[in-house]
């Protein structure tokens, strides 16, 4: 059995939902995208990165001849109890570590048979560009809401890439183009809350929901009543996508639903958890790795947006908490309550707080509230 048959079988023996082999050719088209977005300021330098080094494959591994691009479908079936407060992806345990080892695996066979060969795994921190890589290598299509969209198996699926010395021919007469499935269909576009999809194939991560509620640090104002029900990470460009609204599942799996189910806890439990806690709870999650802070700060926006006086002596809670972000958004999320101690909470914390930016928001707060009062 040559090399690239063994590896689909390996792949599919390991779950994988789809794989797929491409070049090592710079990615031309990306590198003039990503270099004209930064020079229009639309992105950051930290944000674009190195770009040569994301767009030419053989700056990662020098002598590297090809790249094996891999898929795995994290879409549970419909049946199985879901928590609908996590994007689909952070519904199942830690992406990162199921597809790292079994790329390993596949590092391995080709290095049973070429001992020589040297690889480069990436799964999603990498610097390769992961979905232009498996764009080439036929895996589907990136469409209008910048995600990698397989017809027939739709869009919930994560991405992995290896990039091997060994030469593996690449896949032929298989060729996507970037929104070449979309047609005229636009959906994502318009169900993009924050207006992050502001054309086709152009998202300004700053606005997008997935990025915002994963980012560390200060949420903007700006958006953050958009933060429903929005634990972690947003759904709703791909959730409105034809394709996916036509696919009911993607098999085969890598992950056991009745095993690697991932479900939050209520929210109260969510708030009260120290260090430990966390890390006994998520450290199998996709999660995990931004730190409870950020998951306990998305808590408190979403306590705010619920607009539920029974919340109020929860939030109030975290008022006198050691870190100043969890401080500043729980003040926040007490202005858009209506608890009757709310302005008295807040006036009382305002006194001793030494943070500048949580005062700030204390002072917000206290304005919304009285404005609801006169507005009354």
Known sequence: MDLKTKLRQEAQEAGLTRIGFAGIQPFTREEEILTRRLQEGQITLSA?????????????????????????????PDEIPQDNRLARYA?????????????????????????????????????????????????????????????????????GALITTAPIPPDENIHFDYGSGCGDCSACLKACPTGAL???????????????????????????RYIREDLW???????????????KGCAPSMWNPSRDCVMLPEIEVILEWDASGYRKAM?????????????????????????????????????????????????WALGQNPHPDAARWLKAVKEYESDRQVRLEIQRALTSLEREDLNG
């Open 283 to 331: 450290e199998n999650t996709a999660l995990f790795w931004r730190g409870r802070t950020v998951l306990q700060r998305n808590a408190l926006l979403v306590l705010g947006n619920r607009k539920n006086p029974e919340d109020g002596v929860k939030m109030a809670a975290m008022l006198s908490d050691s870190r100043p972000v969890i401080r500043g958004h729980a003040a």
């Open 48 to 76: 674009a990165g190195d770009i040569l080094l994301r767009t030419h494959p053989e700056k990662i591994l020098p002598g590297a001849k090809s790249i094996v691009c891999v898929g795995a479908c994290y879409r549970l």
């Open 198 to 224: 502001e054309a086709p194939g152009v998202v300004r991560v700053e606005r997008c929901l997935s990025y915002i509620t994963q980012k560390r640090g200060w949420i903007d104002s700006v958006y953050r």
């Open 91 to 159: 519904q199942v345990t830690d992406y990162h570590k199921v597809l790292f080892s079994t790329l390993q695996r596949l590092a391995d066979l080709i290095q049973s048979r070429m001992p020589e060969a040297k690889h480069w795994i990436n799964v999603d921190t990498g610097p390769l560009l992961e979905r232009a890589a498996a764009q080439r290598a036929g895996l589907g299509f990136v469409g209008k809401n910048c995600s990698l969209i397989d017809p027939e198996r739709g869009s919930y699926w994560v991405l």
């Open 233 to 247: 990470g947003c759904d709703r460009c791909q959730s409105v996508c034809p394709y996916n609204a036509a696919v």
